[in-house]
DNA sequence: CGGAAATTTGAATATTGTCAATTATTGTGG
DNA sequence: CCACAATAATTGACAATATTCAAATTTCCG
């Protein structure tokens, strides 16, 4: 279920991914779905459903990748690795999240971040879905601009942050995406979160470790914290 | 500057096919261009044209900003100060660019990193437009994607690299933007780069001794360099 | 030409990364 | 169900790297 309370008052087209400019179209591509419960059925129905353990890679990516997934249970993550071996995870996509919408994103390598439920989709026939069905496009256009939404809050983060400042903000967001009252899973391993935050695994444990003594944070488990989200919130925007 | 839309070379709405999904619509806007170069022309009309000092402050940005840009000359900056007084620049516009399409980067402050030529609308004018302009809407869509690839890209620049090699990345950035032949401008201060690779000024410094060192910039000047591309390219992702 | 601002350079400091060792956690087979 | 092995996470000591602060230089404009 997406819960991002985008009201960016943006087109629709602005989302759209690349429309087909040969005008090519599909017989069985329905242009008139009324509602979006309509569209939600057909789309189970066109997509593959795909049940992954965590750390499987889902796509390889690379240039010649055509799918594109939307997760419905668990966490992915989008990874790209250097020559020289550094990781940098992208992005985490949630329950109700599409990725891959982009062929930026088609390149990265997709993998689970934890047990998953995906359905899969071939992003060209996504798209030409999309032309000629304006629910469809508003989902979508809604996903890629909410994506964007993320993409800046993730430089910011990275750019001028103290290792404290940047774990507050992940987890900041693992609240809004994961988080039920007070209580935040934290699905992920320390490494994903590492690799995601721009920091090695050793910084990140020590930052947990500060939060925790600020009570900040309290580790249920280690997959499992409650957070005292002001505090957070104030610390992730750079006060003290 | 003149703002100014000649009322009787609008052309009419006859044959608007798709409707915003509120129902409004605006008398003047026309569905009807027939190209990219009717599109144009047509934006420049409606727009209010902008010249703008360096350093000038072109939108303050908030919540309740409505307005977006589309850079004819020069290059914006899109800034967010921290509470602790941090900069980060998020993303710096070239000609041809849109700006502030998403209401994520419309809550930016913009400013002029050096002297500028804008084109100033209004987004949600702008976005009917497009609801009913296929062409409009496939420039938006464009625009929208390049964002999506280009804040990627600058995730990546951000999270695990050397000094170095951020810089390497930013010019790399900068000859695409810009660059002709092996010759770069590099319009903006040290401070702005160095708010955008999230390193200090001294460091940025530094970063261009290196690359001076190892040959692969040349400063004809303070704001024009030389480079040598396959080499930029080779650092920037993450060789030596 | 002169003064202000921007940039570069230098030395000391602080912070994060690295490497090694320890402690938890998880999953498996008995 | 428990013990144990394998994996993941934490902690500590040290080294590497970027920041900070200060000073010198260059560039930009009037």
Redesign the interface.
Known sequence: MPRSS??????????????DPRGRRDEDLPCDLRDEEETQRFLLRQAGRRVVAADAVISKGGVSERRCFRVMEGVARLV?I???G???V?RFAFPGDYFGL????RELVAEAASHAVLLEFDAGRLQRLSDCN?HLA?QLATA??S???Q??????L????TPRQRLAGFLRMLHRQLGLGDVVPVPMPRTDIA?YV?LTPETVSRAFADLRQRKVVDHIDRHLLRVDLPALVMIA???A
Chains 1, 2 share one sequence.
Request: proline share 4%; glycine share 12%; with cysteine.
């Open positions: 985008d009201t960016d008052a943006l087109p629709d087209a602005v989302g759209c991914l690349c429309s790209l250097d020559v020289d550094r990781r940098q992208t982009s062929r930026s994103e304006p508003r890629m601009r994506n964007l939404g993409a800046m809050e993730h430089v910011v990275l750019g001028r942050k690799d721009g925007d750079g006060g």
